[in-house]
């Protein structure tokens, strides 16, 4: 069983950053692909990014290209979601997901451990 736990979420002005951070409890980490979630009010979660278990590739949905970056430090078992040029419209939980797969990565279906989650609340 692998334990994710997010931190960094907050409360910040649109047009500000945060970096969100996802530490695993596993000593496998490295055989894991990550991925972020997040769920707005009212609204169904939905793909962030992800990144492969090497750190080489990653993957952004189209609306957080260029302001949100995933990267991962195997090293601390931790993966981040630096998120850059915020709106209010970023306002969600965001969730970090572990993939035992090779998928692509896109759907909630194919992680198998999911974090809490941490609130990022962006306010114009």
């Known amino acids: 069983q692998v334990q994710l736990v997010e931190s960094g979420g907050g409360l910040v002005q649109a047009g500000g950053s945060l970096r969100l951070s996802c530490t695993a409890s596993t000593r496998t980490f490295s055989s894991l692909a990550m991925g972020w979630f997040r769920q707005a009010p009212g609204k169904e979660r939905e793909f962030v990014a992800r990144i492969t278990r090497g750190g080489v590739s990653t993957s952004y949905a189209d609306s957080m290209k260029g302001r949100f970056t995933i990267s991962r430090d195997n090293a601390k078992n931790t993966v981040y979601l630096q998120m850059n040029s915020l709106k209010p419209e970023d306002t969600a939980v965001y969730y970090c997901?572990?993939?035992?797969?090779?998928?692509?990565?896109?759907?909630?279906?194919?992680?198998?451990?999911w974090g809490q989650g941490t609130q990022v609340t962006v306010y114009s």
């Open positions: 997901a572990a993939d035992r797969g090779y998928g692509l990565g896109f759907r909630q279906s194919e992680y198998d451990y």
